[in-house]
């Protein structure tokens, strides 16, 4: 998460995405978003229903960019709540994996499985990356 959580830091300040640009999406995302916005106001009410609003809108398909863990895209098969929206929101998407090696053989197994699925039935398109990359992934 901390990696996600900066990657989206950078990507505010470098691409000058605002919040409703730009989405986070992990499994506290709503505390970082609610610790984010406590940085620039004091209003605990505000605050609190910004984040649950900016939150919600980066779970759906509202954000032109996404910052999120491969976990996050593949719980749409494994049928989760609202799959088909998730499913639906990946159609002709741009994804960019990093640091791929830091996955165990089964995830890496799952997340290319997904790449294949979503590049054949979906029009996606995708860049892994990684300081040291595997040489399987090569």
Not at 63 to 71: D, H
Request: glycine letters at 4%; hydrophobic letters at 40%.
């Amino acid at each position: 998460m901390a990696s996600i959580n900066a990657m989206y830091e950078r990507l505010k300040i470098d691409w000058r995405l605002n919040e409703e640009q730009l989405g986070i999406v992990h499994g506290r995302s709503l505390d970082y978003i609610y610790r984010d916005l406590s940085q620039k106001s004091e209003d605990y009410k505000e605050n609190v229903e910004d984040a649950k609003k900016l939150n919600s809108l980066a779970r759906l398909i509202y954000c032109q960019v996404k910052v999120t863990t491969p976990y996050q895209l593949l719980n749409a098969f494994f049928g989760c709540k609202r799959f088909e929206v998730r499913l639906t929101e990946m159609a002709g998407g741009l994804f960019i994996f990093d640091e791929i090696h830091v996955y165990d053989p089964h995830v890496t197994a799952l997340i290319l499985s997904m790449i294949e699925y979503l590049k054949s039935n979906l029009d996606a398109k995708f860049m892994i990356m990684s300081a040291t990359m595997p040489e399987f992934l090569k």
